[in-house]
């Protein structure tokens, strides 16, 4: 079972930034495929940014630029560093992770943009 918890959400005016990270724990060795998608209210999920399992790095196109995701695997933490901040990123933030043939998500943290 891998556990992924989620901080760094919250209440930021538009073209703020904010930090979140993404902890793995449990019965993990090493998490290669680890992390971001967002779902908007009304709204489908959608991919944010994510290392891939071969050690790429996928963004949504929308938000190359300004998302960056970068990782600590001696913590098996992920990072989003969001820049630029605007009302339409405002949306529950999930880290997802896929481990031993299973895909784990976090609670989601909330990330409102908003003056």
């Known amino acids: 079972q891998v556990q992924l918890v989620e901080s760094g959400g919250g209440l930021v005016q538009p073209g703020g930034s904010l930090r979140l990270s993404c902890a793995a724990s449990?019965?993990?060795?090493?998490?290669?495929?680890m992390g971001w998608y967002r779902q908007a209210p009304g709204k489908q999920r959608e991919l944010v940014a994510m290392?891939?399992?071969?050690?790429?790095?996928n963004y949504a196109e929308s938000l190359k630029g300004r998302f960056t995701i970068s990782r600590d695997n001696a913590k098996n933490t992920v990072y989003l560093q969001m820049n630029s901040l605007k009302p339409e990123d405002t949306a529950v933030y999930s880290c997802?992770?896929?481990?031993?043939?299973?895909?784990?998500w976090g609670q989601g943290t909330q990330v409102t943009v908003s003056s």
């Open positions: 997802t992770t896929l481990y031993g043939g299973g895909q784990y």
């Open positions: 290392f891939t399992s071969g050690g790429s790095t």
């Open positions: 449990g019965s993990i060795f090493r998490i290669l495929a």
